[in-house]
């Protein structure tokens, strides 16, 4: 089970992970600093991690800045990061 389909999300490699972040609206900058989190992980998980915040409300920096304060976000399951943001929109949290 993964992400939905989706325009931007998939498997990329290098500067190919760089673009799929700029185009979800991170900056050149921003994806840098998101590409040097857990890089062992593989493109897919930091994508879905941002994807799901983008998807709160956050703004690209406070989606960046929650993962680099909070990195084992990144190594949680898709699903259960996702069933997390469900329920902070349940609980009313929508955007910043």
């Given at each position: 089970?993964?992400?939905?389909?989706?325009p931007g999300l998939g498997p990329r490699r290098?500067?190919?992970e760089a673009a799929g972040?700029?185009?979800?609206?991170?900056s050149e900058e921003q994806a840098r600093r998101l590409l040097g989190l857990q890089p062992r992980l593989g493109?897919?998980?930091?994508?879905?991690?941002?994807a799901e915040l983008l998807l709160l409300g956050l703004s690209a920096e406070a989606a960046l800045e929650?993962?680099?304060r909070s990195p084992a976000l990144l190594r949680m399951p898709t699903?259960?990061?996702r069933e997390r943001a469900e329920e902070?929109?349940?609980?009313?949290?929508?955007?910043?």
């Open positions: 089970r993964g992400l939905p389909a989706a290098g500067c190919g972040l700029r185009a979800m609206g991170f493109p897919t998980r930091r994508e879905a991690a941002a929650l993962l680099e699903e259960r990061l902070l929109r349940r609980l009313g949290l929508d955007g910043g």
